[in-house]
C-alpha cells in the first residue's frame, strides 16, 4: 500500500551534524527566527498606523488598545531579534568561504553571495536600531494612549525595511542557496515508499 506522509525524517535530529549557534544541519536556527522580527514589525507598523488615526478622530478607545497592542509586539520583535541578529553574525563568519590566515574572522571571498549576506545584515541592522529608537520614543510617550506622528514614522519605516531586507535573506536560501544541505545522492525526489533519514544514503 502507498505511504501518504513522511513524518521521521523531518523532525529527528540523529545523524545531523551540530554546528553550535548556528543548530544543526538541516535544521539550521536563523531562518526560522526571521520570522518573528519580520511579523512583529510589520504588524506594529498596522497598529501603529490604525492608532494615530483613530485617535485624531474619536475613537480614544481603538486608538490605545491598537497602540498597546504595537507596542507589545514590536517590544517582542526586539528580544527576538537578538537571536536572529546573533545567528545570523555566526552565518555570516562560519558559512562563507574565508582565508582564516588572516585574522579571527578571516578574509571572505568576494562573492555575490557575499556581498549579498552584508546587504541584508546591513538593512536588518539599521531595522534593528530603528526599532530601538521606537521602543524608547513609544515608552516615554506611553501616557498619551496612542502613537504619535514620530512613533508611527519610525514603525512604518522599521516595517517597510524589514519586508524590503527579508527579500534578501529570501534569496540567499531559494536562489543562491546559502546554507541549504546538498542533495547529492539524495532520494527525496525519487518515486519510492522508503524514507531517508539525515546523514544515511539508500541504496540503489
Given at each position: 500500500?502507498?505511504?501518504?506522509?513522511?513524518?521521521?525524517?523531518?523532525?529527528?535530529?540523529?545523524?545531523?551534524s551540530f554546528m553550535g549557534v548556528r543548530?544543526?544541519?538541516?535544521?539550521?536556527?536563523?531562518p526560522p527566527?526571521?520570522?518573528?522580527?519580520i511579523v512583529t514589525y510589520a504588524l506594529a507598523a498596522v497598529f501603529d498606523v490604525i492608532s494615530y488615526f483613530?485617535?485624531?478622530?474619536s475613537h480614544?478607545?481603538?486608538?490605545?488598545?491598537?497602540f498597546v497592542?504595537?507596542?507589545y509586539v514590536i517590544v517582542a520583535g526586539g528580544v527576538a531579534s537578538l537571536a536572529t541578529a546573533t545567528t545570523g553574525f555566526w552565518d555570516w563568519w562560519k558559512g562563507l568561504e574565508r582565508d582564516r590566515s588572516s585574522g579571527p574572522i578571516g578574509k571572505a571571498a568576494h562573492t555575490q553571495v557575499w556581498r549579498t549576506v552584508n546587504w541584508h545584515a546591513t538593512v536588518m541592522v539599521t531595522v534593528t536600531l530603528i526599532v530601538v529608537v521606537d521602543v524608547i520614543v513609544r515608552l516615554s510617550q506611553y501616557?498619551?494612549?496612542?502613537?504619535?506622528?514620530?512613533?508611527?514614522i519610525l514603525?512604518?519605516?522599521?516595517?517597510?525595511?524589514?519586508?524590503?531586507?527579508?527579500?534578501?535573506g529570501g534569496s540567499l536560501v531559494f536562489e543562491y542557496q546559502f546554507n541549504v544541505e546538498p542533495l547529492d545522492g539524495s532520494t527525496v525526489w525519487d518515486e519510492t515508499e522508503k524514507d531517508q533519514l539525515p546523514g544515511k544514503k539508500l541504496g540503489p
Open positions: 500500500m502507498a505511504r501518504w506522509f513522511s513524518i521521521k525524517p523531518a523532525v529527528t535530529f540523529k545523524g545531523r543548530g544543526w544541519s538541516g535544521k539550521p536556527a536563523h527566527l526571521t520570522d518573528f522580527p483613530a485617535s485624531r478622530g480614544a478607545g481603538a486608538a490605545r488598545d491598537t497592542a504595537a507596542t501616557h498619551r494612549g496612542a502613537t504619535s506622528l514620530l512613533v508611527m514603525s512604518v519605516l522599521a516595517g517597510a525595511l524589514v519586508l524590503y531586507g527579508s527579500l534578501y
